[in-house]
């Protein structure tokens, strides 16, 4: 690698070009122009790029969708980066109608179709118009004289959120087999309602995706995360991507787990990249000078830095693809693309099973997929298109990075908005090759189109080889609603020879309301695994008024492959509560437990019958013997606990009574977990009235666990699973607020202290404020983080805790400005006076703490002294080199930015709060108070991350209320922990991450 550095360095130098009569050089590269930019391209053996269109037609495209006809709908979207644009009038979005008129394969007539359309990012066609996402809002516009202008613009949603640098919007609009169309909302997320319905209660999509009914204009929520770019294969799987995330799969669809609120599910978006975060692109383009520029800002400081490097890491991930034509050869059908616009290339996965998901494993060697050596090309979105081949969306702009990565004297140099005027698309063709629709017995061609054809036509569409097709054709019939499809949609789904065939022309028949238990039938015993997947699926709105579906699932806990019963876990939930339901549940875990997502899938189906089922576990000696048997019956029993459900819970005490003695250790997991989810009233009302024996239990996990967490000769993850187990203790005992006080004695590990504290704080008791107030004094910065967080967790808390700061009892200092700031709009209006009267009083501004503190940019730094001051300050949230935790922002490639930069996000990290680590305030019904980013949101619960590092899950039943403050998740104050020189030292480490 040291070889390609110094090739690509050079190359960059020598891109720089001279400024007439002085000594300095341009930061610029110029652009090229359409034809000259096809000579930059490389791609692998086989294949060509060709040029569809460019500017002028078209300008700053972000993405397209074709219609019936093959017309192409591009949305321009200039004002992507805008805030940094230094001159001129800001520019506004727009959707152009591209057509060829002449058949060369080359759009060659562009018509404005809608203009002034603030921030579009997304199109999608339907019923001769299309759908376009301008956030706020979601649009429906239509043509209906035939001028090619939009004479129809109707708002139908509204509440999308855009972020500040607009990189983070609803994106990626895809039909879907289920006939709606699936919508990306980024990290920006939002909460959106009918437009046409003011008074409706707005829903939060944060992390979540959306389902469009397009002829009801209603919507659902199911799974979602990334920020540019959802892909979905012939199968219905979706995939996602984000920056430094290239490659992530969507492992359920969170409807199945909003049926059960009882239970926190994990994320169901999932990283698949087999090569690692870190893997290696192989960029062909020159550094960008800029780049060259910040490398010798940095090098005028600390002259021992390694100096430019080039980009090749996955920084900047966009518009995940699955090829899903029918023009390249068959090895290529169902590879992953993601376009790295950053490194103006193009990457292509090839996906492999992975029990019931998928891994990605990079196709090609040594080379990219597609590659330029412009830094120009920026491939933000792909399309699968009429002709069978793949098309690639260019925004082609200089600067695609947000202005905190480009040092202040290169950004006073760029122009920001250069590249707004431009855009190009390209098909991307295998040499060679015939369309494979050639080799099918119907007379159909990838150039033959669906807008003229009759309904039965559109019907043999729905096997077609090549996947845009099939998507038309059922889109169209969607539209049409023709009963005179259903006969051959019938014969279609029982006899194609093409499993995608059947599928498809099933999930007509269910658009059309003409669905049938005697249609589906058949295919839950198909031959094809994904055929059953889909036929269980749509079993899921007739199952009940059908027997002889329900007997056949019950007899698909047999099926051969594991990612049918992965399906059948969830669709058995549709069925209403029954003893055959709940064995065939049982049946499933006892087979594949050892998989965390069957495991979710059926307690996702247990929002009724988890006494049931648990009851079942409890009398197989050999289920719950295994590790993920216990960790199974200790979730249902923490579902039983949080339900409070009478019925269950005599099932549960039933089940310890089956469980034999020398098997305590499960029987205490199953009373911890029921326990950790129930509240205090249930917990006296269930001991009371329930059992000596769950009593007895309960006494004797709590006596083992103060022994342990006493003990000195314990290992230390033994002390703190038992310190853990304490929120469970009575904290009126003395011995029990004793050991406490113990445990956050200076000779006990930072470790042993933190969570000491963390349990402290599950306590709602009088005496716990008081000790947290006495050892305040010599708790250690961090720790002093975490015990912040205890005592500003209840009102009374707070409010005594502001107390003693205003009778100087804790230093004001100790109480940092952004703490103070939200609770200034605490709903208790004590609370609020406090902060207010405290949040008047003098303390050093964040601009002085910056200048104070720009003296260490001068200072030489040591990387080893760096990497010693991030593992004691940074590592609770932030990770680099495989030290510490991603919580925060993610540090992949920090060192490209400037140091002056990093300074003063550290020291002032409320200048600019991006909406994903804005921090919340989220109030449980039992009025504890938690605070921290949101890192994982399902349908079910939030996961909140604090600032100390420490995380918090609550299942959405039990949150009051949840808020956003607007200021950053990481706290002011670090100058507290760190001198001048310590500063230097961190950001020389910082520096090694390029």
């Known amino acids: 690698m040291g070889f390609l550095r110094l090739l690509l360095f050079a190359l960059s130098a020598s891109l720089f070009t001279a400024v007439p009569g002085t000594e300095e050089t341009s930061l610029r590269i110029p652009p090229k122009e359409p034809r000259e930019a096809l000579k930059t391209f490389r791609l692998q053996p086989g294949f060509r790029i060709e040029l569809v269109a460019a500017e ?6 972000v993405a397209i969708d074709f219609d019936e006809s093959g017309r192409m709908y591009v949305v321009e979207y200039p004002e992507f980066n805008e805030y940094s644009f230094n001159k001129g009038p800001k520019p506004s979005g727009a959707v152009k109608l591209l057509e060829d008129t002449n058949g060369d394969g080359r759009f060659d007539k562009s018509m404005l179709f809608l203009d002034t359309v603030a921030f579009p990012t997304a199109v999608a066609c339907y019923d001769g118009g299309v759908f376009v996402g301008a956030a706020p809002d979601l649009l429906y516009c239509k043509d209906t004289n035939g001028d090619g202008r939009a004479d129809v613009r109707n708002k139908v949603l509204t509440g999308f959120a855009r972020d500040f640098a607009g990189g983070g919007l609803l994106n990626s609009f895809r039909w879907g087999l289920d006939n709606r169309i699936h919508i990306a909302t980024s990290f920006a997320g939002g909460n959106i309602r009918s437009a046409n319905r003011p008074d409706d209660e707005p829903v939060s999509i944060r992390s979540r995706g ?10 659902e929520l199911t799974s979602g995360g990334g920020q540019h770019g959802m892909g979905i294969d012939d199968w219905g799987r979706t995939f996602l991507c984000s920056n430094v995330n290239p490659m992530q799969l969507l492992m359920y669809d969170g409807r199945y787990v909003a049926r059960n609120p009882f239970f926190a599910p994990p994320a169901a ?27 010798r800002i940095v090098a005028a400081s600390q002259p021992d830095d390694e100096g430019a490097k080039p980009g090749g890491l996955f920084t900047s991930s966009s518009g995940i693809t699955i090829y899903r034509g029918d023009a390249w050869p068959q090895e290529y059908r169902g590879n992953l693309f993601v376009g790295e616009v950053t490194n103006n290339l193009v990457y292509r996965a090839k996906l492999e099973a992975s029990g019931v998901g998928r891994l990605a494993r990079r196709a090609d060697r040594d080379s990219e997929f597609l590659a330029s050596t412009d830094i120009w090309f920026r491939p933000v979105q792909f399309a699968n298109a009429p002709d069978g081949n793949l098309y690639v969306v260019d925004m082609y702009r200089e600067l695609i990075e947000g202005a905190a990565f480009v040092p ?21 063709v295998a040499v060679g090759r015939a369309s494979q629709s050639a080799k099918r017995d119907v007379n159909l061609q ?126 058995l939930g549709a069925i ?33 019958g988890a006494g049931d089922v648990l009851l079942l576990l409890s009398t197989r000696p050999q289920f719950r013997g295994r590790d993920n048997g216990k960790q199974m019956l200790q979730a249902l029993a923490a579902q039983i606990g949080a339900q409070n459900r009478s019925s269950d819970l005599a099932l549960l005490l039933k089940s310890l009574e089956l469980i034999r003695e020398e098997e305590n250790a499960i029987k205490q997991a199953m009373t911890l977990g029921l326990f950790s989810h129930a509240n205090d009233e249930v917990k006296q009302r269930f001991l009371a009235a329930g059992s000596g024996k769950l009593a007895e239990l309960l006494s004797d996990l709590i006596t083992d666990a103060r022994k342990t967490a006493a003990s000195n000769d314990a290992t230390t993850d033994d002390r703190v699973d038992a310190i853990r187990t304490l929120a469970l203790a009575d904290f009126r005992d003395a011995e029990v607020q004793a050991l406490f006080a113990d445990l956050l004695q200076l000779h006990q590990s930072s470790r042993i202290q933190s969570v000491a504290l963390g349990t402290l704080a599950k306590h709602d008791h009088p005496e716990v404020l008081p000790l947290l107030h006495n050892k305040w004094p010599g708790l250690s910065p961090k720790l002093r983080v975490q015990a912040m967080e205890a005592m500003f967790a209840r009102t009374d808390w707070t409010l005594a805790t502001l107390d003693a700061v205003v009778k100087k009892q804790i230093a004001r200092t100790d109480i940092s400005q952004s703490r103070l700031a939200m609770l200034k709009d605490h709903h208790n209006p004590q609370v609020q006076q406090l902060a207010r009267k405290l949040l008047r009083t003098p303390t050093l501004r964040r601009q002085e703490v910056v200048e104070t503190y720009r003296s260490s940019l001068q200072m030489k730094g040591n990387a080893d002294r760096g990497k010693t001051v991030f593992k004691g300050s940074c590592s609770a949230c932030h990770k680099m080199n495989g030290i510490g935790n991603s919580v925060g922002a993610d540090l992949a490639g920090i060192g490209n930015r400037p140091a002056e930069t990093i300074l003063t996000n550290i020291l002032d990290p409320n200048r600019d709060v991006k909406p994903k680590f804005a921090n919340y305030v989220l109030v449980t019904k039992d009025g504890r108070t938690v605070t921290g980013v949101i890192i994982e949101e399902t349908a079910n619960s939030i996961r909140l991350v604090r600032a100390d590092g420490t995380d918090a899950t609550v299942l959405r039943i039990h949150i009051e209320s949840l808020r956003n403050t607007g200021i950053s998740f990481m706290p002011e104050g670090l100058e507290k922990q760190i001198d001048p020189q310590a500063m230097a030292d961190l950001l020389t480490f910082l520096a090694t991450d390029k």
């Not at 002028?56 to 495209?61: G, T, V």
């Not at 999932?270 to 870190?278: A, F, H, S, W």
Request: no cysteine; charged share 30%.
């Open 56 to 61: 002028p037609l078209i300008r700053d495209p």
């Open 210 to 219: 959306v389902l469009l009914d397009p002829r009801a204009h209603q919507i």
């Open 269 to 295: 978006a999932v990283d698949i990249n087999g090569e690692g975060r870190l893997a290696e692109l192989f960029r062909i383009s020159p550094l960008e000078p800029w780049r060259i520029e910040r490398s």
């Open 408 to 428: 202040k004297r290169v950004l006073d140099e760029l122009d920001a908005s250069s590249g707004t005027d431009r855009g190009r698309i390209y098909r991307i």
């Open 446 to 571: 990838s150039g033959d189109l669906p807008h003229k054809m009759a309904t039965e036509q559109l019907v043999a569409l729905l096997e077609h080889r090549n996947g845009w097709h099939r998507d038309t054709a059922a889109r169209l019939l969607y539209e049409r609603q023709d009963r005179r499809a259903v006969a051959a949609l019938k014969e279609l789904a029982a006899n194609s020879d093409r499993p995608v065939g059947r599928v498809h022309a099933m999930h007509a028949l269910d658009g059309l309301g003409q669905l049938t238990p005697e249609g589906v039938l058949p295919r839950l015993v198909d031959t094809h695994p994904e055929v059953r997947i889909h036929a269980l699926k749509l079993s899921e709105s007739i199952v009940n008024e059908a027997p002889a579906l329900r007997a056949e699932l019950y007899s698909m806990v047999n099926d051969p492959e594991q990612r049918v019963r992965y399906q059948l876990a969830f669709s």
């Open 576 to 608: 209403s509560p029954s003893v055959s339901r709940n064995e065939a549940l049982a049946q499933l875990l006892i087979r594949d437990g050892d998989d965390e997502w069957l495991r979710t899938a059926v307690q996702s189906s247990l929002a009724q």
